[in-house]
């Protein structure tokens, strides 16, 4: 296990890099802690699989230096950086029963024989396939493989990080559930240093104590679910966290005030008047529906009943704003929007702003 | 209108559709729902003309289309594994339905630039697929299907392989694109979740059987039985065994009063089925089942948090609102709201179900 280092690392896959647009990665500073548990989570072209190759050795960053506690491993190749790693579709040999493909690993690192079968036992346990541990790979479902790609990622007790590229993409949404828990048991158990990849929210906030956010080639966040959730940085993690994300509506900000058109909203805390383009962000959960004079008249546009809770599309000022009701809630007649003014953030040119109290 | 008559399909002794019968109104949208291997693929495929039913019709506006070539049938497919021609650019791909049908040109370049517009590939037009993402590869398909005028168009899970966010905003605008162009549109997907968002009707699978074929809503309000329920929910549904004693249900040493109309069932033995976000955490107003329970895990999807619970054997999913961390074995209690219980016989049929599932006052 270790303290993995990001050193003003940046990438381009342009030898001569002349504007940011042309980084795939812009510069980011940062220490994964040994033993952490990490998510980088972004939709595709975010830049999430370029910082998956520079930490493990796959890709030498443009700029800057990556370092494994305190060592710089800039120029180590892979397999000398002692890296497991486990990708989107499962990588085991069919002709080896599931006992020999876990013990792969270990067999090709001169590992102890007694020390090898203790490990592999250890892991047909955690991953509930005992009763498959004699036979040969071919033939199991894509889940099952897939587990046992997981195990000869965990089976290692020297690696110093253990990176997963969308482990869970060919799993079945009832399976899903288990893996998912599965991974989380693992890392509680066995405390390595694990980084996980995904464009699913579901999954990098169940699995990591800490989300990195990408959007762009840029960190846009590292926070824990609870701070995403909460205080998005950046208008790009609220709109991707949630379902459906955070409402983003233009306004400009005076005080404790916010106009959107010619509609007023009353803010908690009090902002300066702005050249850059100013947003108000507020969850969908934040948003109530009621019927009488106080709050903002709103058009009612569509409302999708998906079980649960229903989604209710207004319309305010030409801007959607989503409400989430929750089940048996009723849409009222003439409805006002009621904002939580405590849940209000204010954004300029994308960036979260404090207010003043 | 199509029209599927006890069709079965069967191969060697196995059978994989099982007397399947439903009518599909034009315009609207009809979602297959079920597990992996339920046997949505092969009921489209039989829907498509690609394989005959061993028994059964299938008809098209009253006109058997069985022995119909695929070719002579007016049907657009998406698969989960986008398809292409890699040679031509997007906008070809798009257009090459309406170059085959003869279209003009200007009414081409319009639909092409609609469809482009509407799956946010305006600025990829001139690029080949293979210079693509995957999402923007099954844009591409997805847009030459809504061009393609074809009376039939089959979803066999177009968005599986794209990220949730472009799901998310393609699941809110598909319906509108489908009932606008009067085609019947059959979308197949693994999640409960998707069907709801979609709406329409949904069928359910298992197994090769259609086990409830609704409005989508009330097939999740009001499903048939255990196996529907099991299929349309996602986490499954928690199922507690009881035995119902008098005007009680009773499990180990805790019970709940028989409520909504379940107080008349004859006693004897019961399984209650309670969906995980109606699982409380914190006692709720009216009566409830207490169970004492220790966490298992808990995931967290943005908004909400799903806590996995154990009670006597018996696992059990609670879902919150909000972020919460809570302790992995710690001992916590939760209540099954007896408003709330679906309750299934010993044969597995619904016999009881929440009346505030139905939209009313909760």
Known sequence: MARITLDKIAHSYDPHPKTDADFALKQLDYDWEDGGAYALLGPSGCGKTTLLNIISGLLVPSQGHILFDGADVTQLQPEERNIAQVFQFPVIYDTMTVRQNLAFPLVNRRVAGDEISKRVNEMIEVLDLADKADRKARGLTADEKQKISLGRGLVRYDVNAILFDEPLTVIDPHMKWQLRTKLKDLHRQLGHTMIYVTHDQTEALTFADKVVVMYEGEVVQIGTPEELFDEPAHTFVGYFIGSPGMNVIPCEVEGKKARIGATEVKLNKSYRPSDKSTDLGIRPEFITLKSGRTGIPAHVEAVEDIGRFKIVRTNLEGNQVNVVLQEGEPVPADPKLVFDASRINIYQDSHLVQGEA | ?362
């Open chain 2, 1 to 362: 209108m199509l029209d599927l008559r006890n069709v079965s399909k069967r191969v060697g002794n196995s059978t994989h559709i099982d007397s399947i019968s439903m009518q599909m109104e034009k315009g609207s949208l009809n979602v297959l729902l079920g597990p992996t291997l339920s046997g949505k693929t092969t009921l489209m495929r039989l829907m498509a003309g690609l394989d005959r039913p061993t028994s059964g019709d299938i008809l098209m506006d009253g006109k058997s289309v069985v022995d119909v070539a695929v070719q002579k049938r007016n049907v657009a497919m998406v698969y989960q594994q986008f398809i292409n021609y890699p040679a031509m650019t997007v906008y070809e791909n798009i257009a090459s339905p309406m170059r085959v049908a003869k279209v003009d040109d200007t009414t081409i370049d319009r639909r092409v630039r609609e469809a482009a517009a509407l799956m946010k590939l305006e600025p990829y037009l001139d690029r080949t697929p293979l210079n693509l993402s995957g999402g923007q590869q099954q844009r591409t398909a997805l847009a030459r299907a809504l061009v393609k005028d074809a009376e039939l168009v089959l979803l066999d899970e177009p968005l599986a392989n794209l990220d949730y966010k472009l799901r998310e905003e393609l699941r809110a605008e598909l319906p509108k694109l489908f009932a606008e162009t009067g085609a019947v549109f059959v979308y197949a997907t693994t999640e409960p979740q998707e069907a709801l968002l979609l709406g329409g009707k949904t069928a359910t699978l298992h197994e090769g059987r259609v086990t409830q074929f609704d409005e989508t809503i009330r097939a999740y309000n009001q499903p048939c039985d255990l196996q529907t329920a099991q299929t349309f929910s996602d986490p499954p549904m928690n199922i507690v065994p009881v035995q119902k004693q008098g005007r009680q249900f009773v499990f180990g040493n805790t019970k709940v009063a028989a409520a909504n109309g379940a107080g008349a069932l004859a006693d004897g033995d019961y399984k209650l089925g309670i969906r995980p976000h109606h699982m409380a955490l914190e006692k709720p107003t009216g009566a409830a089942m207490k169970l004492d329970c220790t966490v298992s895990t808990t995931e967290i999807t943005g908004s909400e948090t799903f806590v996995h619970l154990k009670s006597a054997d018996v696992g059990l999913v609670a879902l919150t609102h909000g972020v919460h961390r809570v302790e992995i074995g710690q001992p916590i209690t939760a209540y099954l709201d007896q408003s709330r219980l679906f309750v299934f016989d010993s044969d597995d049929r619904l016999v009881a179900a929440p009346v505030s599932g139905a939209g009313g006052e909760g």
